[in-house]
């Protein structure tokens, strides 16, 4: 069993940054696959990014090139950094975490994209 708690969300004006952290509650976090989704009112979950045990990256095309996703395998730490938000980013974002089979999600931290 692995716990996900998200943080970093919060308020941005259009055109802004916000960088979100998923703090996992496991010393075997180098060996889980780790991703990010999201879930805008009225609308189905939807991944945002992922990366692999060997760092391998994978982006949904909204994103590409504004998002960037990383891990601290050491801190048990994932990590989104948003740049150039746009209103359609607004939504609840959730850590992902999967190992042969299984997968875990974070309670979600909520980003909303507004003047």
């Known amino acids: 069993q692995v716990q996900l708690v998200e943080s970093g969300g919060g308020l941005v004006q259009p055109g802004g940054s916000l960088n979100l952290s998923c703090a996992a509650s496991?010393?075997?976090?180098?060996?889980?696959?780790m991703g990010w989704y999201r879930r805008a009112p009225g609308k189905q979950r939807e991944l945002v990014a992922t990366?692999?045990?060997?760092?391998?990256?994978n982006y949904a095309d909204s994103v590409k090139g504004r998002f960037t996703i990383s891990r601290d395998n050491a801190k048990s730490t994932l990590f989104l950094q948003m740049t150039s938000l746009r209103p359609e980013d607004a939504a609840v974002y959730y850590c992902?975490?999967?190992?042969?089979?299984?997968?875990?999600w974070g309670p979600g931290t909520q980003v909303t994209v507004s003047s």
């Open positions: 496991t010393t075997f976090f180098s060996v889980y696959s």
């Open positions: 992902n975490a999967g190992l042969a089979g299984h997968y875990y």
């Open positions: 990366i692999t045990t060997g760092n391998a990256t």
